[in-house]
């Protein structure tokens, strides 16, 4: 039976990405060699790593003005990097708590200097982003998260401010048209729209390198990272080509603005299906904010939560049980996921809502 992976993360990567990725552990490119085998010193991996800095610029039009990196690790490390690096002992930043991983990001932040946090979505149990709020004009930093993985909602547009913008990309990175030069920086794990895990996405604009602590450790140094262009040590040589295979990939598709389009509809569908249902209900209190990425709702009735994931499991939609205590569903709608998936998944909710109320 075909497997319908809506996982959150690791997720569903592009049948294309597999294929490549397979041929290139027994044999990279003619070299003779497995990838998993090759150095990170080799022509063959300058190659990668080039292409892959290229397409990324081409793909989300990213001035010479940024660095582009990909860095060892996950979004989490760099919760605690961005204040090492930019958070001096004298100076604040400001926070919009929107959900788990946005409040991680807080709470690493505090260890390194004065932390404000701006609004936050949590005595509402992060059901919509707080909006309207204020960033005091002297803060080093502004830092939030562009769409929330656990709770399905998401921040289209960029809040004003005239401090510099740092946005946790990791679950909607390269699926919609953005504008970098409203940033600061970027960044993303990119084992949800981007690749395999152990790999993070770095855009910094280069005016923030230049304010970064000196007196932190080199390992740890966006400025030293940038200026060896991801090569400081051993990066995740396989994981930064699984990378390239995404871009690659969808460059082929037609580049962000098509792959929009596509998740666009794919979301909307599954939003007519849990709306129109009779057994279930959206979990996010403010429609503008439905994320198109993660889409979560509830069963109606609870009891039947569990017996919704065993029937959908039986027909090979897996991967819908939301993230660990939350309860209820989420269908991640990343932009592998193909809309003959999501249309299996409405005829699985359907089939449901009939099985149990004829
Ligand atoms: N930020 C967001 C928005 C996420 O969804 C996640 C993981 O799901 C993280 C950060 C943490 O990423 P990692 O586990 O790669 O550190």
């Not at 149990?125 to 005091?136: E, L, M, V």
């Not at 057994?279 to 709702?297: A, C, E, P, Y």
């Amino acid at each position: 039976m075909k497997l319908h992976n809506f996982s959150g993360g690791p997720a569903i990567l592009p049948d294309y990405v597999y294929h490549k990725a397979a041929d290139a552990i027994k044999n990279y490119n003619g070299t003779g060699l497995s990838l998993l085998e090759t150095s990170h010193r080799s022509s063959a991996f300058a190659g990668i790593l080039m292409e892959a800095e290229a397409l990324l610029r081409e793909l989300l039009s990213i001035p010479q003005a940024y660095a582009v990196l990909f860095l060892a690790g996950g979004a989490s490390q760099h919760f605690a990097q961005i204040p090492l690096n930019l958070l001096h002992k004298d100076t604040g930043a400001a926070y919009l708590d929107s959900g788990v991983w946005a409040a991680n990001a807080i709470n690493e932040a505090r260890y390194y200097g004065r932390v404000h946090v701006v609004a936050s979505g949590k005595a509402e149990a992060y059901r919509s982003i707080p909006t309207g709020f204020a960033i005091p004009e002297d803060s080093i930093y502004f830092h939030y998260t562009s769409n929330n993985t656990i709770y399905g909602t998401t921040l289209r547009e960029v809040p004003q401010t005239s401090v510099p913008v740092i946005c946790d990309m990791s679950s909607d990175i390269l699926s919609a048209e953005i504008d970098v030069t409203k940033f600061g920086m970027i960044y993303a794990s990119v084992q949800k729209n981007a690749g395999a895990a152990g790999v993070s996405i770095i855009v910094i604009r280069k005016d923030l390198l230049d304010n970064v602590n000196p007196d932190i450790p080199n390992i740890f140094n966006y400025a030293t990272l940038a200026t060896n262009r991801s090569l400081y040590n051993t990066p995740p040589v396989f994981a930064i080509y699984t990378t390239l295979l995404n871009l690659q990939w969808l460059q082929r598709e037609g580049g962000i603005s098509a792959i929009e389009k596509r998740n666009i509809e794919k979301s909307q569908l599954l939003y007519e299906e849990i709306d129109r249902n009779r057994l279930f209900t959206g979990r996010v209190s403010n429609s503008t904010q439905r994320s198109r990425m993660n889409i979560t709702f509830w069963a109606d009735k609870p009891e039947q939560e569990q017996a919704f994931l065993d029937f959908a499991a039986e027909r090979g939609v897996v991967g819908i049980k939301q993230y660990a205590d939350y309860g209820g569903f989420r269908a991640s709608l990343y932009n592998a996921l193909s809309l003959e998936s999501v249309k299996t998944l409405v005829a699985v909710m359907q089939e449901f809502e009939h099985h149990m109320q004829p």
